[in-house]
């Protein structure tokens, strides 16, 4: 009887599961279209009158352009710099034995579960003259973001068969050659993945852009949104405008890489 009906209860559930995901979107994007009467009833019904107009006030009174672009920069930066470095770590702990290359990795395990401390960080920054500067916040990101993206790429470099690397060395290749020719372009799952999550995180970060940059003119869209919701927090079409303004980029890139999710994290649960 389980067996049965299994399917059909997945289904239910499935269907179930999404709608709690796509009614709250749904929400926001026809708001984001109604006039400030019929947004503030916060329903599910057609505007009256598609109100395009509402995007263009978020965009000039916003400053959506200016955020867009600060945030483009450091997320496009900080995924660059955190795939590069990860994956050459990754490689590495992945393919060397020792005592001091397992301490190597528990210490890149530990940056996942101790929480960053700014003061220190901050200290640091300012020290090297680079705080309140888009370089500092995209190295602090990098490294925060570091210790996750080395757990994923070292797992899927271990089901990829050492015969690669063997002769690539048999053919005189170097260890960097190796890595950047063979190795590498085989890392396309993980580097999927790692690119959705860091992109996620480094776009809506709020906190730590906060702590390290003080200047308007580099703040990202987070705090593009926070300043606007503050000023029409009581204009709904508005606010679900500038929500769906900001989210959308991220969310165009999820569903273009979202097929290698499981694939990406999956990897190394099985001996390959």
Not at 4 to 10: A, C, N, V
Not at 11 to 17: E, I, R
Not at 134 to 158: C, D, E, K, N, Q
């Amino acid at each position: 009887m389980t067996s049965r009906y299994g399917p059909w209860l997945r289904t239910v559930l499935a269907v179930l599961g999404s709608l709690v995901i796509l009614l709250p979107l749904l929400l926001v994007v026809l708001g984001s279209l109604k006039n400030p009467a019929e947004a503030a009833k916060l329903n599910l019904s057609l505007p009256s009158e598609w109100m395009w107009s509402n995007y263009k006030t978020v965009f000039v009174e916003g400053r959506l352009l200016n955020g867009f672009k600060n945030s483009v920069l450091v997320t496009l930066s900080t995924v660059i710099l955190t795939i590069g470095a990860g994956s050459m770590s990754a490689y590495f702990v992945s393919r060397r034995h020792g005592r001091w290359v397992s301490f190597l990795f528990i210490f890149f395990f530990a940056g996942m579960i101790a929480p960053p401390s700014m003061i220190p960080s901050i200290k640091l920054l300012k020290s090297l003259h680079i705080s309140g500067e888009f370089i500092g916040l995209i190295l602090f990101l990098t490294a925060l973001y570091l210790p996750l993206t080395i757990f994923i790429m070292s797992g899927f470099v271990r089901t990829l068969p050492r015969e690669l690397d063997e002769a690539a060395t048999i053919d005189g290749a170097s260890g960097f050659y190796t890595f950047s020719r063979v190795i590498f372009p085989l890392l396309k799952p993980s580097i999927a993945t790692v690119t959705i999550f860091v992109s996620i995180y480094a776009w809506n970060d709020f906190a730590n852009t906060l702590y390290i940059i003080s200047d308007s003119s580099k703040w990202t869209l987070p705090f593009s949104v926070y300043n606007f919701v503050s000023q029409y927090g009581t204009e709904w079409q508005y606010v679900f405008a500038d929500l769906l303004s900001v989210m959308l980029p991220i969310l165009i890139v999820y569903l273009f890489l979202q097929r290698y999710i499981i694939e990406g994290m999956t990897a190394g649960s099985v001996k390959g």
